[in-house]
């Protein structure tokens, strides 16, 4: 070779040498530094003349430098070439004392001044970070995991575990033999059932088994399980975006019970709740029974027509009838309010004729507008207004409470007008007075229980429920209550029930006529009528009562038994019969009289204290021809007799 080309290709190498991204250094065999690249000098911080002829152990630290002139004898005397990574990770030595982490490959060469060692010097302190970061990345990805309370598994595309923390190794691992982490999903199912942990509550294990795998091949929603020993599992797998599925076994066994312990909460609640409305249904009965007697014959009295009272007798017994109406009123409205906080109350929702309601409100408030001078004026009814669908009785209630306020709650020469509109699905019906108003701070409590916005320090008489269970009775009948009112200026009170859709016929624009008719008591024959009554009280009320009315002779049995024999003996023209009977019921003896045909069409009027709405249907059902509640209102009760006996 010409020395030219042979020194370009020297050039060449050294080029190389010095190009190189790792540092190369090349010691003799007692460690002096013969040779080094640009990338060593970089590295150590050294200038080239600085390293060259220095020992090797100066690029070491102090601490490994003792043994290191033996390890270079030893692979002098044995050398052999090691590559990168083959274990030999050192630290290196900068000049200004900081170490990094160095890995080392060394080759034996032989040169002109004998063998040499060569060695390559990668700085692998990023590497080294990199992996420090990964390791720690991982460490806190498995500790999060372990951490979780639930059993948690990760399966590869494959369905094979990847990772799983210590609660699936608790769950599951003891019926598994060996390694866990590279099992099929099948296999950890498989060896569930076969160490017999999964409850199968009668079922084939191979039915169990097919749910939980085929959930787990397409999960979606969550599976539950429960084990033999009671625990309740609730499984939820989700398919990763590898292609893999995360597994979550969540022991919903607490849950459960607590699930359980407040369902039976609830239950005693409610039976709670049911033994109250029992209770308050028969305190109330309890409490009608003596108002019977007490209202009973104050209005014999007031009516009694052979010993008239006096002036002043009058006026008081007319305070023992008011006071006793405002108890019973009491009495009644707690019950109501009671019954339906308490569910109790059933609203049977039908086709109802707004005027025909309103008929009824308007000639039961007569009365009371007539007593206060209030004039009671219904407004024309919109045309076309369509049937509302509701419940009759209730729709009423709540017409009679803002009736009956708009009249308490206003003066002398006041109005009252009951207004009818109606808008798409629903009819409003509106009660307006011009009366006394609500102050503006008692607004907003106005429907709560027993809220009497001030009229608690005022003469006018009242119990401030019936707003309360207006709201509720409005509410269960799916429509709503509401009002406007000005101090002095007056107030309007509305409530709103769906439109009836099953029904297509709308009354006419009419005006119902406000005013009851007379009544008129038809004296004829004598009639007979027994009264079925086991309580003194009420029966020498009646006897009194059927003494006014000359016409008719009273026949009383204390008990259904008797009472049964005496129908038949006498046919009377009407029974008046109690519910609570000693022995057979009101009940069973109205059946009774309906299953035989001489009684069939006698007319029963059932008489009671008990005033639950169960009863009320009931009486009904049983064949009563009326129910009528104890204390028994005097006029209520001729209307009904005047009707029957005619
Ligand atoms: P109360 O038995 O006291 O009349 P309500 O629940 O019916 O009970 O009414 C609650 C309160 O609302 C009444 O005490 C009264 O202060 C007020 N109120 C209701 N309606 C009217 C009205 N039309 N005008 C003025 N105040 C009214």
């Known amino acids: 070779m010409p020395d030219a080309e042979a020194e370009a290709d020297q050039l060449e190498y050294r080029e190389l040498f010095e190009a190189a991204p790792d540092g190369f250094l090349v010691v003799d065999p007692l460690g002096t530094i013969v040779r080094v690249n640009q990338q060593t000098e970089r590295m150590f911080g050294y200038a080239r003349s600085e390293l060259l002829g220095s020992a090797i152990e100066n690029l070491i630290p102090e601490r490994f430098r003792a043994q290191h002139p033996q390890h270079v004898a030893r692979y002098v005397h044995s050398p052999r070439t090691r590559p990168m990574g083959s274990g030999l990770e050192l630290s290196g030595l900068r000049r200004d004392g900081t170490e990094f982490p160095i890995e080392i490959s060394l080759s034996p060469i032989s040169s002109a001044r004998g063998p040499m060692v060569a060695a390559a010097i990668r700085d692998v302190s990023d590497r080294k ?33 990847v990772l799983v923390n210590s609660a699936f190794r608790q769950l599951l691992g003891p019926s598994m033999v060996g390694v866990i982490v590279g099992r ?41 399980l429960e084990t033999r020993d009671g625990r309740a599992l609730r499984i939820i797998d989700r398919t990763t975006a590898e292609r893999g599925t995360v597994s979550l076994i969540i022991d919903v066994t607490e849950d459960r019970l607590r699930a359980d312990e407040l369902r039976s909460a609830r239950e005693q609640a409610e039976a709670a709740s049911n033994a109250k409305s029992e209770f308050l249904a028969s305190m109330s009965h309890e409490l009608r029974t003596p108002m019977n007697a007490v209202l009973g014959f104050a209005q014999l009295l007031q009516r009694d027509r052979k010993q008239p009272l006096s002036e002043r007798q009058q006026e008081r017994i007319a305070y023992v009838l008011r006071g006793g109406e405002h108890l019973l009123k009491l009495i009644d409205e707690v019950l109501d309010l009671s019954r339906i906080e308490a569910g109790g109350i059933t609203i ?68 009252v007008t009951f207004r009818v509109t109606h808008e798409d699905a629903f009819v409003r019906l509106s009660v307006i007075d011009d009366g006394v108003g609500i102050p503006a701070d008692k607004l907003p409590r106005i429907f709560e229980p027993f809220q009497r916005a001030g009229q608690e320090i005022g003469p006018i008489e009242g119990t401030g429920i019936g707003l309360a269970i207006s709201k509720r009775l409005a509410e269960l009948m799916s429509g709503r ?75 009383t049995a204390p008990t259904a038994e008797i009472g049964l024999a005496l129908i038949r003996a006498h046919q009377p023209a009407v029974v008046i019969m109690d519910i609570n009977l000693p022995g057979m019921s009101g009940f069973d003896a109205v059946k009774q009289l309906k299953s035989w045909p001489e009684t069939r069409d006698i007319p029963v009027i059932a008489l009671t204290a008990a005033a639950l709405a169960r009863d009320t249907s009931r009486a009904g059902d049983a064949g009563f021809h009326r129910y009528l509640t104890k204390p028994v209102k005097v006029d209520e009760l001729t209307a009904v007799l005047e009707e029957l006996l005619g």
């Open 348 to 415: 049977s929702a039908e086709p109802v004729v707004v005027r025909e309601v309103l008929d009824e409100v308007a000639s039961t408030l007569e009365a009371l507008a007539a007593r206060t001078s209030v004039q009671l004026a219904l407004a024309p009814l919109p045309a076309g207004l369509p049937t509302v669908k509701a419940d009759r009785t209730r729709l009423a209630q709540i017409l009679m409470n803002f009736g009956s306020n708009a009249i308490k709650y206003n003066r002398p020469q006041g109005h």
């Open 184 to 224: 099929r999903f099948e296999e950890v199912v498989g060896s569930a059932f076969d160490a017999g942990l999964i409850e199968l509550r009668g079922e084939p294990a191979a039915t169990v088994r097919e749910r939980w795998l085929s959930y787990h091949r397409a999960p979606s929603g969550a599976l539950e």
């Open 481 to 555: 209550v509401g009002f406007t009112s000005q101090p002095d200026r007056g107030s309007t009170f509305w409530v709103e029930v769906p439109v009836d859709r099953t029904v297509s016929s709308t009354t006419g624009a009419t005006t119902p006529k406000l005013g009851v008719e007379a009544r008129s008591w038809a004296h004829g024959s004598t009639r007979k009528l027994i009264y079925v009554e086991d309580n003194p009280s009420n029966i020498a009320f009646m006897r009194d009562l059927m003494e006014e009315l000359h016409a008719v002779e009273l026949i």
């Open 129 to 161: 970070r990199f992996e420090e970061e990964a390791r720690r990345a991982n460490a806190y990805l498995l500790s999060s995991v372990d951490s979780i309370q639930d059993a948690f598994s990760l399966y590869d595309e494959a369905d094979r575990i």
